[in-house]
DNA sequence: TACATATATCGTAATATTGCAATATAACAG
DNA sequence: CTGTTATATTGCAATATTACGATATATGTA
């Protein structure tokens, strides 16, 4: 079907799913790496950088956006986005304490 | 087109993402909560537990076990999963390793 | 052997995602 | 106002994902 079914699961669980989904394309992931490079960036320099089309790397700024990872602002004519504080460390916070939650343990029968 | 141009970016990035999109799903983030809390698990408690049909359940343990983030063992009728505990280490420093690359600072222009 | 239990796989329908050309919008320069 | 630059949005085609019923497979039991 294609529809996730969220309504079966907690807030936290969507939300964690929400921003890794969000980590799952590997544009994405190279948009954050210039951005960390580089503190800032405007969809131009994108473009040059993943080669990808314009509308392209505008859709995926846009995704980032609504869940509040990156966040742009007007210079002029163009845009220049960069991280947001904040939501960064919410974000690793949210993956540490998954991570963390695993005590190694035998595969024991169930 | 609904494909991913993996050939533009590093096998990090892609990586990166594969694990990331593993996890970008609230079932799945559940079936790895309960293995946290329960150190094994059988398919058929996860259909107990969170109500999906066997058959998605199922597949949702596939693509996990894929990345080689759980590894399952046949014990008898059923089949015994649990956390790969290199790889579940392997995941934490890669996702560390993007979080912690962040320095603050200011939205400047480009 | 026949049956029950547990899981995997197949096939399919509904929906989501990815990517881009075309176009719209917005700010600035002359 | 006109043209230029940068970004957002729209519309669409190709592909991927999610979910599940039906069925296959595999192990243990009577």
């Known amino acids: ?32 790496q210039y951005l960390l490079k580089a503190n800032t960036c405007c969809n131009y320099n994108l473009v040059d950088d993943l080669g990808l089309a314009q509308a392209t790397i505008s859709q995926h700024l846009k995704e980032m956006k609504q869940l509040g990872i990156i966040q742009g602002t007007v210079e002029g004519v163009s845009v220049n986005y960069c991280i947001n504080p904040e939501k960064w460390l919410e974000l690793k916070a949210r993956f540490s304490e ?13």
Chains 1, 2 share one sequence.
């Open 1 to 32: 079907m294609g529809v996730t079914k969220t309504t079966l699961f907690n807030d936290t669980q969507n939300e964690l799913a929400a921003f890794a989904k969000v980590l799952g394309h590997p544009a994405r992931i190279a948009i954050l």
């Open 98 to 110: 998954l991570f963390d939650g695993y005590r190694p343990g035998d595969c024991l029968s169930c």
